[in-house]
């Protein structure tokens, strides 16, 4: 598992990819118990709860959430979630208190890197198995966050950010992938370690990536057992990707324009190939345009906060 290092004072951030897409706004993982399942997220971790359903928890992150959906046979992510946190200190005490009082393994490891007693980076892993990677947010981070969101003050969340996603493939599923991303949604898609990133630019103090690296002990399953859901940077990117994805004949119930003009989003069940059509990976992704009423950031992109 690749860890980050101690948070940074000041992060030096790279410019963003001119392709970059706006924001990593939502990943929907599964959990067996969503009561179990919110004493880990909200009671440790320290996710702010919005609205939720009978059988859906909904977690703010900052600009993004999670969604936990409760399943009699929850699939774990497979790979981790990156978080920034307003104190990794504070999460891992709470998740030591739950681990008591649970018996649940909840700690996997925890790094030392700037001093012996110091928690610089945590990788925790929630009931079902989701595994996070948890770093201190960078000091100027948080007001920042509040710049582009447009807000005061912000929910009571201690978890400010959602990083990085990775996503494990099997070998070759990686670059099918990164061709989906590139080729139909027009995303900046770069090599990085054993597979490909795509990234991200919610604003200029912060970007994100997902990535999907190969991996040999991955089995796929051909069954949609998670969703994302991305924001495209304009409108015009928006008609773009839905006109391509219409033409290849891959929307989900063969969407119509006007209804999804109106809606700000449509879905695309699978990640495809986009030479071959073929299925990659069973990843639904719901592509929703910057105006749609679900995005918490005031600026786009990279002229952001």
Same mark, same amino acid.
Do not use: N
């Given at each position: 598992t690749r860890v980050p290092a101690g948070s940074p004072k000041k992060p030096c951030l790279?410019?963003?990819?001119?392709?970059?897409?706006? !924001? $990593?706004?939502?990943?929907?993982? =599964?959990?067996?118990? $969503? &009561?179990?399942?919110?004493?880990?997220?909200v009671g440790a971790m320290g996710f702010h709860e919005a609205e939720s359903t009978g059988k859906e928890l909904r977690l703010l992150a900052g600009a993004s959430e999670l969604r936990l959906r409760e399943t009699s046979d929850p699939q774990a992510w497979p790979g981790h979630?990156?978080?920034? @946190?307003?104190?990794?200190? @504070? @999460?891992?005490? %709470?998740?030591?208190? !739950?681990? =008591?009082?649970?018996?649940a393994e909840l700690v996997e490891d925890v790094h030392n890197v700037t001093a012996a007693e110091?928690?610089?980076a945590l990788e925790l892993k929630d009931p079902d198995g989701n595994c996070f990677l948890v770093n201190k947010a960078p000091r100027d981070f948080e007001g920042k966050l509040r710049k582009?969101?447009?807000?005061? &003050?912000?929910?009571?969340?201690?978890? $400010?950010?959602?990083? &990085?996603?990775?996503? $494990?493939?099997?070998?070759?599923?990686? !670059? =099918?992938?990164?061709?989906?991303? %590139?080729?139909?949604?027009?995303?900046? @898609?770069?090599?990085?370690?054993?597979?490909?990133?795509?990234?991200?630019?919610?604003s200029?103090?912060? %970007?994100?990536?997902?990535?999907?690296?190969?991996d040999a002990d991955t089995a796929i399953a051909m069954e949609s057992t998670h969703e994302v859901c991305i924001y495209m940077p304009t409108e015009e990117r928006f008609k773009e990707v839905f006109d391509q994805c219409a033409a290849a004949g891959v929307l989900a119930d063969g969407a119509a324009w006007a209804a999804v003009s109106e809606a700000g989003e449509f879905t695309i069940p699978q990640c495809f190939d986009p030479d071959s059509k073929a299925a990659a990976l069973e990843l639904e992704t719901v592509v929703r345009s910057p105006s749609h009423e679900g995005c918490r950031l005031v600026t786009s992109g990279q002229n952001g906060a």
């Open positions: 790279p410019d963003a990819h001119s392709d970059s897409l706006l !924001l $990593l706004g939502r990943i929907t993982l =599964q959990v067996r118990d $969503l &009561e179990a399942a919110r004493r880990f997220y979630i990156y978080v920034w @946190v307003r104190e990794t200190t @504070v @999460v891992l005490g %709470r998740c030591r208190e !739950l681990e =008591q009082s649970s018996g110091s928690a610089d582009s969101l447009g807000e005061g &003050e912000l929910p009571g969340s201690d978890v $400010l950010a959602i990083v &990085e996603a990775l996503h $494990l493939v099997p070998p070759g599923v990686a !670059l =099918q992938v990164a061709k989906f991303y %590139r080729k139909v949604l027009g995303a900046a @898609v770069s090599s990085k370690d054993d597979g490909w990133a795509v990234h991200f630019a919610p200029k103090a912060m %970007r994100q990536t997902m990535c999907f690296m190969d």
